[in-house]
Each structure stands twice: as structure tokens, then as C-alpha cells.
């Protein structure tokens, strides 16, 4: 009896903590920079880069767009081949980590407990420090990772410690995964504007996603990222308007939520 108490506080307490360990795409990608510096194969080498490019979410431009570590924008697959260049061609760069702890990104959603159920991304915080030229430079990543196929979605860095400005460079367009996961990103971080923001350009660019558009039914609706430009009677109609989509389009488990909460609205049974 005493085993099996044991193994219920045990699943609770997993089941109710951040993640434990770290998504596999991270841990080859960063292990992959350790690779890179200690190998002395080319054919390690070639197979540590194929790797780490495979670690992110495929496109048709040959991976995920991204601008990080000061080396300009690029593909993820162009990215891992300058980081093979620069550590193990050249030995220009030294690279050491730390991955400090992984977390599941939370949305909006009707409780609080339903939204860690229902999340879609892990987010994986680091550490790492690039050495050239004698000249020590430490980064902070943020790698955001998709849990239904455990691929690397975005990432995103700073050179200054703290909360990472996630803003993206004027020229860069977001996929729209990247689109999800920073809008996930920044609702866990209480920063509801801009994932305002990013469910508005989401429900723009594909109006038959019945997710984003319960999402941001409900940050509508409590004018959560929108107070500034909705009156409360806006806002509400306009939530309504979301939530008929998210029936309209969403799956299963979406359209019984939206449901529920149209229901609720309806009645006056506000909750959330």
C-alpha cells in the first residue's frame, strides 16, 4: 500500500512540475557544439552537423529562419554548417553550455490547470559562451521545441541576462510555428501584448486554425494584450465572433472547450 502512495505522490508531482530533463533535439544539438571541438574525424564531424540541422523543424528553405549568436539571419541548416565551419574547420570558436532547465509554455485557456494539459511547446533555457580571439561572449537561449514531433521550433538569444527581449528583426517573417510557439511563449510570460499580437497574425494568415482562434477568444474577451483597443462591448463581440470559428474549425478536444465557453458566455456564466 505504502508502494503504490509512493507512485501516486510521485506521477503527481511530475505531472505537476516543470519538465524534468530536456527535449532530445536539445541536448544532440548542444552536445553536437561539444562534438564539433573535441573530434578530430571529418567524418564525426560531417555526421555531428547533419545532426544538429536535423534537431529543427524542416521547411522548404532547408529549416527554420533564424537570427542569433550576432552571425546575421539564416536558415537552421545554414546555421549548423557555420558553427561546423567556425569550430571544427577553422578552430576559431570555442563553445561551452550549461542547459539550466526546460518548462512547459503555457496558453490561454479556461484554468489554469487545463493549460499546462493542453500545452503545445517546451522551452528550454541555456547558457553558453562563445570564446574567439581570446574574447569570452555569453549568450542566454530560449529554444523553443514542439512537443508532438520534438523539434526544435525556435530559438532565440541575448547577450544581456534576464527576460530575452523576444522581438523579431523588422525583415524577418515568422513561420507559422514560431508564430505559436512565441505567442505561447509570451502569454506564459505575462507578456499579453505581444502574444496578442502574434494570435492575431496567426488567425490572419490561416483563418481555419480553430486553436488560435480559441486562444485569442479568450484573450479578447478578457481583453487580455487588447484592453488599449477594445471597449469591453467590442471586445466581448469580437471574442464571441472567434469562438464560433474555433467550434467551425477546431478538433475535437478544441470544439468541446469552445463550446463550453460559448455556453457560458451566453449565460452569463463567466469564469476563467
Known sequence: MKQILKLILLLFLVCNSSFAGEP???STFYSGLETLGKTTSLNVANETQQKMAACFMASELG??????DELGEMSSNTYTQKLFMMIYSKKSLRVTYTIDRTELIEQPDQTGSMQRKGAQHYVTYVTKKYTMNGKTTTYYDEVLTFIKNGLITEMINSKSSGK?????SPTKELNVEQLRARAALYYSNGQYTKAYNCYE???????MDGDAAY???LLTFWRKGCKNRFSRKVAQNKAMGY?????LYGNSEIR???TNVRNNWKNKNVYF
Do not use: H, W
Not at 497574425?201 to 483563418?207: E, M, Y
Open 256 to 258: 468541446e472547450k469552445a
Open 24 to 26: 532530445i533535439s536539445v
Open 164 to 168: 530575452i527581449q523576444t522581438t523579431p
Open 215 to 217: 486562444r485569442i477568444a
Open 243 to 247: 469562438i464560433e470559428k474555433a467550434i
Open 63 to 68: 529549416g527554420i529562419e533564424l537570427s542569433v
Open 201 to 207: 497574425q496567426l488567425v490572419k494568415r490561416v483563418p
